[in-house]
């Protein structure tokens, strides 16, 4: 099990509701990145961290979106007062360094429902 | 901002025939890197092929091989003997050089049918 797990895999939210997805990244990857893919899209930038300093945090769709890396491994993503708009697939990826030589490794991604 | 742009939403192959996947990009730096990914069913996307700006000589990997244009911006990828473990949707991306962790951009996705 050495690459990137996310879980859940699947989350159904009523609006208004919060979530939480959560990013395991491969063991030792200083970088961490999330991405939101809506429906037959690219992936869209959200947030990075390199171990627990969240460097770029451009991405984040609105303040009612929040990422945390506290320890510098694993990785929450969590959405209040859901909306419509914030189904997607939520990737997160990791790299070993912190500069931009290093590949992205991607997990299988989260996907978010709201209703 | 670097944009990234994939004119072909649908392509199709026959087994064991070639087919080229389009991509295009915008960007005012001159060095960086450029990828295709594969993302199958299944949502992991997983690398392709990369290429180094600087560098002059194109990519290939096994039956996987890209027709990189600097001047042009162009970044095409080339899938040869093409099997039907190619079908997925591919994107080509586009990563700065200039920034300590910068993200990738990626492009609007190509879906890749392989006809038996």
């Known amino acids: 099990g050495a690459g990137v797990s996310q879980s859940p895999r699947y989350k159904v939210a009523k609006r208004g509701q919060d979530v939480a997805l959560r990013c395991d990244p491969i063991?030792?990857?200083?970088?961490l990145f999330w991405y939101q893919q809506a429906l037959g899209q690219g992936p869209e930038f959200l947030t990075y961290?390199?171990?627990?300093?969240?460097?770029?945090k451009s991405g984040l769709p609105s303040d009612r979106f929040f990422a945390e890396r506290p320890e510098g491994s694993v990785s929450t993503l969590k959405i209040q007062r859901t909306q419509q708009e914030d189904s997607a697939v939520y990737l997160c990826?990791?790299?070993?360094?912190?500069?931009?030589?290093?590949?992205?490794?991607f997990g299988p991604g989260t996907r978010l429902t709201v209703t | 901002a670097q944009t990234v742009t994939q004119s072909q939403p649908e392509m199709s192959v026959q087994e064991a025939e070639t087919v080229t996947l389009s991509c295009t990009y915008d960007?005012?730096?001159?060095?960086?890197?450029l990828f295709w990914y594969k993302q199958p069913p299944s949502r992991q996307m997983i690398l392709v092929i990369r290429?180094?700006?600087?560098?002059?000589q194109n990519a290939t990997e096994n039956r996987f091989s890209v027709n990189f244009q600097k001047a042009a911006k162009s970044f095409s990828l080339k899938i040869s003997d093409s099997q039907l473990g190619d079908a997925a949707m591919y994107f080509c991306?586009?990563?700065?050089?200039?920034?300590?962790?910068?993200?990738?951009?990626f492009g609007e996705g190509t879906q890749l049918t392989v006809n038996p």
């Open positions: 990826a990791s790299s070993q360094g912190g500069t931009t030589y290093y590949e992205q490794y």
């Open positions: 063991s030792g990857h200083v970088s």
């Open positions: 961290f390199q171990n627990e300093a969240q460097l770029d």
């Open positions: 960007t005012s730096e001159s060095d960086y890197y």
């Open positions: 290429q180094e700006a600087y560098k002059q």
């Open positions: 991306a586009y990563r700065s050089s200039e920034t300590s962790g910068s993200r990738l951009t």
